[in-house]
C-alpha cells in the first residue's frame, strides 16, 4: 500500500489501509509484519494445519462464511497482486477463482486484471477507458468451447471452437466502450491495466 501513495509515511499508509483479518499458512509473512498488525488488533487466523488449499483459497471462505446473508452473487473480491509471480500461483489463484465461480472474483497486477466468465450468462463487460485495454484475450478454462461470440473487439468471435493445443483469442484489441461475450463454456477474461 505504500507504495499507492509515496507522498506519505509508509508506517501512516500501512495504519490507515489496516486489514481487519489475515488468514493463510503463515509460511511468507515475516513475523514482524505479522506482530506490525496484530498490534493494531487485526485478527490473525492461522491455518497453517491446512496445506490442501491456498491462502488465497482460504480468505475467499472466509469471505464468503463471513457475508452469510447476503446473496453470493452480489460479491466483488479484488485481489491485488495475485499475477506476475510464481506461476504455481497464478495457477492455483486461477484455480480459486473456477472453484467459486459463483461469486465475482478479480485478479489484478500491475499490468492486467482478469475475472471468470461463467457460461451461464451473457456478458455485457463496459470498459473504462482511461484504466483498462486496449490488449485483451479469452480464454476456455475447464473444456474447451465449441462456440463463442463477442462483439465490440477488433478480431469478434463468431461461433468460434476454442481450446487449449488449438485457437484461443489473445491479443485481441478492445475496440468499443463494451464488449459482450457469450459462451458455452466459462471464460477466463484478460484485459491489460494502463500504467497512471
Not at 10 to 28: F, L, Q
Not at 32 to 54: C, N, P, R
Not at 139 to 166: C, H, R, V, Y
Request: proline share 4%.
Amino acid at each position: 500500500m505504500p507504495l499507492f501513495f509515496p507522498q506519505e509515511g509508509a508506517s501512516d499508509v500501512r495504519r490507515r489501509y489496516k486489514p481487519d483479518v489475515i488468514k493463510g499458512d503463515m509460511d511468507s509473512i515475516r513475523r514482524e509484519v505479522l506482530e506490525f498488525y496484530a498490534s493494531l488488533g487485526t485478527e490473525i487466523v492461522d491455518k497453517s494445519h491446512d496445506q490442501d488449499t491456498t491462502d488465497l483459497h482460504k480468505c475467499v471462505t472466509y469471505i464468503r462464511d463471513s457475508a452469510s446473508g447476503l446473496d453470493k452473487s452480489n460479491l466483488c473480491i479484488l485481489v491485488v497482486g495475485a499475477l506476475g509471480g510464481r506461476f504455481d500461483h497464478e495457477m492455483g489463484n486461477l484455480n480459486v477463482i473456477c472453484r467459486f465461480s459463483y461469486m465475482r472474483i478479480v485478479l489484478l497486477s500491475n499490468d492486467s486484471l482478469i475475472h471468470l466468465l461463467p457460461r451461464t450468462y451473457c456478458h455485457e463487460i463496459h470498459i473504462q477507458t482511461s484504466v483498462e485495454g486496449p490488449h485483451c484475450g479469452l480464454i476456455p478454462i475447464g473444456t474447451p468451447s465449441k462456440s463463442s461470440t463477442t462483439t465490440g473487439l477488433q478480431w469478434d468471435l463468431n461461433n468460434t471452437a476454442m481450446e487449449f493445443g488449438g485457437l484461443v483469442s489473445t491479443s485481441n484489441i478492445v475496440k468499443e466502450e463494451k464488449v459482450t461475450v457469450q459462451s458455452d463454456c466459462d471464460l477466463l477474461w484478460t484485459i491489460s491495466i494502463k500504467k497512471l
